[in-house]
């Protein structure tokens, strides 16, 4: 190989360098940006957890009614009808039930 051929390799691979720092770089910052937004939307749904479970303690709330409107509105995607889902959980918990 010349050393032009060479120059032009090296050029092509400090280049690419570059290019691949500048990604990793805008990667982290959208990274970043995701875990911002992750926290907002659990302060947002912990605020509203908070207050539910106050309401529930004052409000009669069937819990059975919950656990199926739970299931009618996830039906579409639920692996397995017959186990319960996290949200039912965090609904039996918001309520103040234990979980079957």
């Given at each position: 190989m010349s050393n032009a051929s060479l120059d032009e390799i090296q050029e092509l691979i400090q280049k690419l360098s570059g290019e691949l720092g500048e990604m990793s770089e805008a990667a982290s910052r959208h990274i970043d940006d995701l875990h911002v937004a992750v926290n907002n939307v659990a302060s947002h749904v912990l605020a509203i957890?908070?207050?539910l479970?106050?309401?529930a303690q004052k409000v009669e709330i069937d819990d059975a009614e919950a656990i199926k409107w739970i299931r009618d509105k996830t039906a579409a995607y639920a692996e397995d009808?017959?186990?319960g889902s996290a949200a039912e959980g965090i609904a039996q918990s918001l309520l103040g039930k234990e979980q079957n």
């Open positions: 957890e908070a207050i479970s106050l309401v009808s017959s186990e």
